[in-house]
């Protein structure tokens, strides 16, 4: 590997005048030989001077590779990865959240009475629609989730938590009591 110059290296980043080759030699294993970019700054406080690297690429068999472009090409060992040249490579999974699932509930147009917030959320609990917020906060350095329910959708209708007590009871029925205010007020 001592005999490489960076005049043979096919794809070598002869634009970047920092850029340089760096042989890491390591036991029992291949050498590995790295593109990198130094920076030399001095320190005056402690009277010494720091070197900053950054890692630009690895060079295979005289062939330069970015990090990224060596990522797809070789796999962590540095054997070539099993890949046919013609297949295009698989796009990331994209999983379904339950924050996909619940933009379709609910088309907010057709709901009298909705909020017009536009961060309100939906979620569907048997025959319940919630109506909620969401904030995130930070407690013992794990993420948290708040939901603060402001009411539900019932018949194209939405309600306050309050409104909704009052007007139905457990069963999704008009509450007795209300209704007979109701025809009482009417009569």
Do not use: W
Not at 91 to 115: Q, W
Not at 158 to 164: H, R, S, V
């Amino acid at each position: 590997m001592s005999d490489l110059s960076v005049d043979k290296i096919k794809n070598f980043p002869r634009d970047n005048p920092k850029a340089r080759l760096y042989l890491c030699k390591r036991e029992g294993r291949k050498d590995v030989l790295y593109v990198v970019e130094s920076d030399y700054i001095y320190e005056p406080k402690t009277k010494k001077t720091r070197t900053y690297t950054r890692y630009l690429g690895r060079v295979v068999e005289g062939v330069y590779y970015t990090q990224s472009e060596y990522r797809k090409t070789f796999t962590k060992r540095g054997t070539l990865r099993a890949i046919p040249e013609d297949a295009s490579l698989p796009r990331s999974r994209i999983r379904p959240t339950r924050h996909r699932a619940e933009k379709n509930i609910v088309d907010r147009d057709k709901v009298k009475g909705l909020p017009k917030n536009p961060f309100l959320q939906f979620a569907q609990k048997g025959e319940h629609l919630y109506v909620f917020t969401r904030e995130y906060y930070i407690q013992d350095g794990r993420r948290k989730e708040k939901r603060t329910y402001i009411g539900q959708i019932k018949d194209l209708r939405f309600y306050t938590m309050e409104q909704y007590k009052k007007k139905f009871n457990k069963n999704q029925r008009v509450s007795t009591r209300l209704k007979s205010q109701e025809d009482k007020s009417h009569g």
